[in-house]
């Protein structure tokens, strides 16, 4: 029946409800204010289970955002996509230039990096891919943005520069304001973090990893990625907005609307509600 499909969009599910609050106390040791959210963590615990904007599922699909970045800020933004959809294609088609990535398109954290023909160890990549497809993202934590994206696989070029991992800059922006940037470094190996003004003055704090103490200059297009990260932002009140600089030319990576699922350490601890104010 429609009206049940549009009251179960509306409404968190009772198992969210529970499943939100839980992996939040699993964080801090207490439930969150609901009613009232003080803190930047509950509010986003209130968006998993009370915001219904329909734009946030197609946002939050790597293969569809492509569209919306592109019409937005132009193709050059834009990593191609070599090739998507829901199983790897014939081990003859899957012909695509060394180095790529492998990932889905339905969460974070799936990801793989071929970087070497070593790297091409198809029956491992296949079983890998066939639990990514069958894992229902979001779940676990009352994430409502992930249950409607249909899954696929997604080839894109790797952009990292000698290999490694570009720097990744996540603007939070809010209610079309970039007001800061988070900077991640070593993520695949001692991964340390930055936050920064958009003047990029250096915050005295830190979410979840390590502070980074050695200077990250300012990127040369941070003016640019800042525009980006404002248009893209498009009315909401909150977003992430991940951004790359490859030799000089900001490159889009992912929208993001739960940070680390309503479970973002800080550190101190007070910068919770100093950041939450700006929500």
Partial sequence: MRWKAVLANAFPRIRDIHRARAHYRGAFGRNPRFF?????????????????????????????????????????????????GPILPPLKQRNWP????????????????????????WPKIEHICREWMGFVFGEHAGEWAYFSIKPQLLVEPFIGERLALPVDYKFLVFHGTAEFVQVDIGREHNHTRAIFDREWLKMPFTTTFPMETANIERPASLSQMIDAAEKLSD?????????????????????????ASAAEIFDPPEYDRFVGSYW
Avoid: C
């Fill in 36 to 84: 009232f959210p003080k803190t930047f963590n509950e509010k986003v615990h209130r968006r998993k289970l009370l915001d219904r904007d329909p734009r946030l599922p197609v946002r939050a699909d790597k293969v569809l955002v492509k569209q919306f970045v592109e019409d937005k800020l132009g193709s050059e933004w834009v990593v191609p996509t070599l090739w998507h």
């Fill in 98 to 121: 060394v180095p790529f990535v492998l990932k889905a398109n339905h969460g974070s954290g799936m990801n793989m990096f071929i970087r070497s023909p070593d790297d091409l160890d």
């Fill in 235 to 259: 009315g909401m009140s909150f977003v992430r907005v991940d951004l790359y600089e490859i030799n000089g030319q900001p490159r889009f990576g992912e929208l993001t609307f739960y940070p």
